[in-house]
């Protein structure tokens, strides 16, 4: 009896130690199912975050493509109203390039039970809702919110005061029009001297000293001044769904970057050989600063920090760059993340614009058509004016008559200048009337004559000492204002007598020598000599440093300082005889050459009548500008496209 009362009682005691271990199975299967359930959440909203910033690194990489096209339509319509550029198609294109518009149906969404789920896709199949979801940081669909002055209470707000760059000026005009069309042009102008702007905005409206962006693409290190005008606009972009959205803003830039890096050009380069093969002198030749060129084989440094090409860059050996040592294996995949980690920077000493993400690096047109300059009564677009350094000239100087048709030396040139009425002054020197020689009375105070190279070439003589004192006989502008020389001929009057020059120059062709050039001084704004001829440097040239550094200029009071120079030619040659002499270079070199079936050779410098590259004779120092003081009156220019997003709290 006992016995069994025993196993009954223990029977009721194990009933709670079961029910208590139940109990604690389920609440631990509850958990389970709660941390899987938290999990797969967590998991959703990871991918959804992935989703989002695909599309959003989609989108802006598209828009880095389409807006410089676009930006450049403008300028050719002269600013003008059209939809090919207006902001709304812009976003629309980019869009349509990074398939952001496409997503599920609604049908195929309600057939598969996903109508009311949180969706990652942020386009729709209706072009209204793609316009809608850009728009300009008040909330206009498809505008933007231009960095200029009449938009400045936008940018004083809290969540964008302190994170925008510095503000441009331009004609109420032009401010409305540029929220709805990207407005480009040299009459945008910094008025006020904020932080970043280096140098005075009232000498340098137009380019000033401002830091280089923190991208990846070094045409200058970041942070680092360099010559530019940073036009950019603000916008807001719409993630998402009407049920999930996130706003982000962002500033598209369009950085104005004058050419101003040691070695510059918009074909392929051949840095550190002569085109005999021969390496240039280590001893003679130094860089400073960045390399830049459209593609490049490079067999030595020389002292550059950085190389920025635009689809290619190839190396015959490692190369120091700054202290970092860069293989021709740069690019590859692995190598490039180890240099990463090495220097604990995405930002190498050596990049391609094409690998760079948000950004486009585009040199504008140059080629011959730079040297040309459009015949009176042409009527040139906005963007022609922009890129065409010969129409950028103010005085213009034309042969109109020759000796004959074999012997091209002039015998009456046309020139041409601005006058203080705001109109145009025209003076025919002729041979024989009023345009002595320079051994006849009168002639020495003249600097345009005429003579022979030692292989009788016929050239017009250019002495750039004696203008400043002409011009103002002639009741024009001081060469303070009036810096910039286009020459070529004018066969339109004679043909019979005065010949088309060719491409490139032939021999018979009418050439340009430039002498007594020694002290350019008085140019206290530079000089720029153009011509789609061939231009002989005949003597020294800009030797002679100003006395004091530009006020304003935002260099060093240590600084020497020389007036900015430019000479663009068909052809440029040091010296006008036979005879072997030294070239000394300091500055830049540039090439306007977009293509060829040669590589350029910057320091392939041919001298005097043999037409030789002397490549012993060579020594360069070579170095960017410092300031927007050292920018010569006429230049060729860079465009860099970047977006960036405001940072938000």
């Keep these: 009896m006992n016995n069994r009362a025993l196993k009954r009682d223990s029977g009721y005691v194990s009933l709670p130690i079961v029910t208590g271990l139940a109990i604690m199975f389920t609440l631990s299967l509850t958990m389970l199912f709660k941390s899987t359930l938290m999990n797969r959440d967590q998991a959703s909203k990871t991918q959804l975050r992935v989703d989002y910033r695909q599309r959003e690194e989609a989108l802006l990489r598209a828009l880095v493509a389409t807006f410089p096209g676009k930006a450049m339509e403008c300028m050719k319509a002269n600013h003008a109203e059209g939809a090919a550029h207006a902001w709304s198609t812009i976003f629309a294109e980019a869009v349509t390039l990074s398939s952001s518009s496409q997503r599920l149906s609604p049908e195929i969404l309600q057939s598969l039970n996903l109508g009311g789920k949180l969706s990652g896709d942020v386009g729709d199949h209706s072009s209204v809702e793609v316009r809608s979801w850009i728009t300009s940081l008040t909330g206009e669909a498809g505008q933007v919110t231009p960095g200029t002055t009449t938009y400045a209470e936008i940018f004083a707000q809290p969540a964008f005061a302190g994170k925008v760059p510095p503000l441009l000026d331009t004609s109420a005009e032009l401010q409305t029009a540029d929220a709805l069309r990207p407005i480009v042009t040299p009459l945008k102008r ?67 970057i004058p050419s101003q890096m040691p070695i510059e050009a918009a074909t392929f380069a051949a840095i550190g050989t002569h085109q005999d093969g021969t390496a240039w002198n280590a001893d003679m030749v130094s860089i400073e600063g960045s390399v830049y060129a459209a593609r490049m084989s490079v067999s030595g440094a020389y002292g550059a920090a950085r190389l920025a090409g635009r689809s290619g860059i190839e190396m015959t050996a490692d190369l120091d760059l700054g202290g970092v040592s860069v293989g021709s294996d740069f690019d590859a995949l692995g190598e490039r993340e180890r240099l990463q980690a090495e220097q604990g920077t995405d930002v190498l000493p050596v990049a391609l614009s094409a690998n760079s993400g948000r950004l486009t690096f585009l040199p504008l047109p140059t080629g011959s058509g730079y040297l040309r300059r459009s015949p009176p ?179 060093v009071d240590s600084t020497v300082f020389y007036p900015p120079l430019s000479i663009f030619a068909a052809e440029l040659r040091v010296g006008t005889t036979g005879f072997n002499r030294p070239i000394e270079h300091h500055g830049q070199l540039g090439s306007l050459a977009t293509s060829g079936a040669t590589a350029w050779q910057p320091l392939d410098m041919k001298s005097g009548s043999d037409d030789a590259v002397h490549s012993d004779s060579i020594s360069a120092d070579l170095k960017p500008l410092r300031s927007p003081a050292e920018l010569p009156p006429v230049h060729p220019m860079n465009w860099l496209v970047v977006i960036e997003e405001i940072p938000q709290d």
């Design 377 to 555: 009564g042409n009527t040139l677009n906005a963007f022609e004016e922009y890129t065409s350094g010969g129409q950028r000239c103010r005085i213009t100087v034309e042969a109109t008559s020759m000796v004959s048709y074999e012997d091209q030396t002039p015998t009456a040139i046309r020139v041409r200048f601005p006058n203080p009425a705001g109109g145009t002054s025209e003076i025919v020197l002729q041979r024989g009337s009023n345009w002595p020689t320079v051994f006849e009375p009168g002639g020495s105070i003249i600097p345009f004559q005429t003579e022979l190279t030692n292989n009788n070439r016929s050239c017009l003589t250019f002495h750039p000492s004696l203008l400043d004192a002409w011009l103002l006989a002639q009741g024009a502008a001081s060469v303070a204002t009036n810096n910039s020389l286009y020459f070529d001929v004018d066969p339109t009057l004679d043909p019979m007598n005065v010949r088309v020059v060719s491409d490139p120059p032939a021999m018979e062709d009418m050439c340009v020598i430039i002498r007594r050039g020694k002290d350019l001084t008085n140019y206290t704004a530079g000089l720029s000599i153009i011509a789609p001829l061939r231009v002989y440097v005949g003597d020294d040239l800009n030797a002679i440093p100003a006395a004091t550094i530009p006020v304003g200029s935002g260099l």
């Design 190 to 256: 910094y008025v006020t001297q904020v932080p970043g702007l280096l140098a005075d905005v009232a000498v340098h409206p137009v380019y000033n000293l401002i830091p280089y962006p923190n991208i990846r693409f070094g045409y200058a290190a970041p942070g680092e001044p360099f010559v530019a005008k940073r036009n950019w606009w603000a916008f807001t972009v719409n993630y998402g769904s009407s049920n999930s959205t996130v706003a982000r803003h962002y500033v598209l830039s369009l950085y104005e």
